[in-house]
Nanobody, 115 residues
Framework: QVQLVESGGGLVQAGGSLRLSCAAS????????MSWYRQAPGKERELVAT???????KYTDSVKGRFTVSRDNAKNTVSLQMNSLKPEDTAVYYC?????????WGQGTQVTVSS
């Protein structure tokens, strides 16, 4: 079965950096686009970044120039390097894959940015 396990969240001051990782199993990782979403308290879950199977990358406007998504198909992992963090980046971050029109999610990892 599909499993996604995030790690790397934590508490950081504004301007700092964090690196999130997601370990994937249960599917042919290299064949699927992987995404990072986030959900702040009282807000809807939003798409942060996507990396396709072929390596095409898209970011939501608010993180462009600050976040970098990457994947390692040999290790079945996708990462999100987050630099110049802002308090508004505070959220639970989720790893996501869509297979046969079904969304799969990890348990999420909390990122808190203090001002």
């Amino acid at each position: 079965q599909v499993q996604l396990v995030e790690s790397g969240g934590g508490l950081v001051q504004a301007g700092g950096s964090l690196r999130l990782s997601c370990a994937a199993s249960g599917f042919i990782f290299s064949s699927y686009a992987m995404s990072w979403y986030r959900q702040a308290p009282g807000k809807e879950r939003e798409l942060v970044a996507t990396i396709s199977a072929g390596g095409t990358i898209k970011y939501t406007d608010s993180v462009k120039g600050r976040f970098t998504v990457s994947r390692d198909n040999a290790k079945n992992t996708v990462s999100l390097q987050m630099n110049s963090l802002k308090p508004e980046d505070t959220a639970v971050y989720y790893c996501n894959v869509i297979r046969y029109s079904r969304h799969y999610w990890g348990q999420g990892t909390q990122v808190t940015v203090s001002s």
